[in-house]
């Protein structure tokens, strides 16, 4: 780590900025991991999409398929990838408490940036507050990393802005990926000021989200990677012109965007999520690959209606892209 526990705020100020993607995790046939493949993407993703920052081991990358060394090898690869040209953000999700700490110890000893850690499925409870609290207090005191909640409908509740405020307050909170009612993260937005980075995972929803709130950080899902390409950078492009203040540019821009955003959705087979923005991938040239059980693989005629709606979003993978995955294909 680059910085003390009680600079993780004022470092996640200054470096969680920009569009920080979450990496499906490609699997070869046999459903082993794919090294050289998810070494490809990550290059391509940097060096040509621009992306900012890598969300790993997240729900999109299927970590409740994985292993414990499965995890800690996917950071690995992630972190040593990257290096010095992009930011790390590594998920440490479990129910497991010891699974935990012990993922988080690993991400702060091979120089993560961050990580993030879902608030936990919590049977029979009505009320989560003070287990919640309690919960993220633990982790903040055991590790010294920069750590961001994540809460979604999958726990079976929400947090509420009045708590995510409150367990703001411990040193080593930075962010949240809050996937929430926008007026929930408007209101925690509001209550916390600069003490943690508020994000959710709608790109449709991030202009707004820029012009209006403020935010400096999307985090994040995967259409950095499923709605561009190496010639065609307009996520990166409408926010850039966000930033800088030109909201006609920026709108002009997102509005483009509109026929991929409706080819990916309505392309997206029931309860197939990730086999459906894997096999995407690969029609922009890059690693893709299986899904692990419990995650359902795509059958023949679905991978038609993909790969039609996807000839008609406008996309197409590129020279720099297809050269990469050549290349790890060959490797």
């Given at each position: 780590?680059?910085?003390?526990?009680?600079?993780?705020?004022?470092?996640?100020?200054?470096?969680?900025?920009?569009?920080?993607?979450?990496?499906?995790q490609p699997f070869s046939p046999d459903l082993a991991l794919d090294e050289r493949g998810f070494r490809s993407n990550i290059r391509h993703w940097i060096d040509d999409l621009k992306i900012r920052g890598l969300f790993i081991n997240?729900?999109?990358?299927?970590f409740f398929s994985m292993s414990l060394d499965e995890r800690k090898r996917a950071f690995d690869i992630a972190v040593d990838e990257i290096g010095t040209s992009a930011g790390s953000i590594l998920s440490c999700s479990d129910q497991n408490m010891d699974t935990v700490i012990e993922l988080a110890r690993h991400a702060e000893?091979?120089?993560?940036?961050?990580?993030?850690?879902?608030?936990?499925?919590?049977?029979?409870?009505?009320?989560?507050?003070?287990?919640?609290?309690?919960?993220?207090?633990?982790?903040?005191?055991?590790?010294?990393?920069?750590?961001?909640?994540?809460?979604?409908?999958?726990?079976?509740?929400?947090?509420?802005?009045?708590?995510?405020?409150r367990i703001a307050?411990?040193?080593?909170?930075?962010?949240?990926?809050?996937?929430?009612?926008r007026e929930m993260y408007v209101k925690l937005t509001q209550m916390v000021g600069d003490r943690i980075i508020v994000s959710?995972?709608?790109?449709?929803?991030?202009?707004?989200?820029?012009?209006?709130?403020?935010?400096?950080?999307?985090?994040?899902?995967?259409?950095?990677?499923?709605?561009?390409?190496?010639?065609?950078?307009?996520?990166?492009?409408y926010t850039?012109?966000?930033?800088?203040?030109?909201?006609?540019?920026?709108?002009a821009i997102w509005q483009s965007l509109e026929p991929v955003r409706h080819a990916f959705k309505a392309s997206r087979p029931l309860e197939k999520p990730q086999a459906h923005a894997k096999f995407w991938q690969e029609l922009l040239g890059q690693a893709g690959g299986a899904v692990r059980r419990p995650m359902l693989p795509?059958?023949?005629?679905?991978r038609q209606v993909i790969a039609q709606a996807f000839a008609s979003s406008g996309l197409a993978p590129t020279r720099s892209s297809l050269k990469a995955e050549a290349a790890s294909a060959t490797a």
């Amino acid at each position: 780590m680059t910085y003390a526990r009680n600079d993780a705020k004022a470092y996640a100020r200054e470096n969680l900025r920009g569009i920080w993607a979450a990496a499906l995790q490609p699997f070869s046939p046999d459903l082993a991991l794919d090294e050289r493949g998810f070494r490809s993407n990550i290059r391509h993703w940097i060096d040509d999409l621009k992306i900012r920052g890598l969300f790993i081991n997240g729900k999109q990358g299927e970590f409740f398929s994985m292993s414990l060394d499965e995890r800690k090898r996917a950071f690995d690869i992630a972190v040593d990838e990257i290096g010095t040209s992009a930011g790390s953000i590594l998920s440490c999700s479990d129910q497991n408490m010891d699974t935990v700490i012990e993922l988080a110890r690993h991400a702060e000893a091979i120089g993560a940036d961050f990580i993030v850690v879902h608030a936990p499925v919590l049977h029979f409870l009505k009320a989560q507050d003070e287990t919640l609290y309690a919960y993220y207090k633990s982790i903040s005191e055991r590790v010294n990393i920069g750590i961001a909640m994540w809460s979604h409908p999958d726990s079976g509740y929400l947090m509420s802005p009045e708590l995510c405020a409150r367990i703001a307050e411990l040193p080593n909170i930075v962010a949240i990926k809050y996937s929430v009612p926008r007026e929930m993260y408007v209101k925690l937005t509001q209550m916390v000021g600069d003490r943690i980075i508020v994000s959710t995972a709608s790109e449709e929803e991030w202009l707004d989200n820029i012009l209006e709130l403020n935010w400096q950080c999307y985090l994040c899902s995967n259409p950095p990677y499923l709605f561009q390409t190496a010639g065609d950078l307009r996520m990166h492009d409408y926010t850039e012109k966000a930033f800088a203040g030109d909201v006609r540019g920026a709108r002009a821009i997102w509005q483009s965007l509109e026929p991929v955003r409706h080819a990916f959705k309505a392309s997206r087979p029931l309860e197939k999520p990730q086999a459906h923005a894997k096999f995407w991938q690969e029609l922009l040239g890059q690693a893709g690959g299986a899904v692990r059980r419990p995650m359902l693989p795509l059958s023949e005629v679905e991978r038609q209606v993909i790969a039609q709606a996807f000839a008609s979003s406008g996309l197409a993978p590129t020279r720099s892209s297809l050269k990469a995955e050549a290349a790890s294909a060959t490797a």
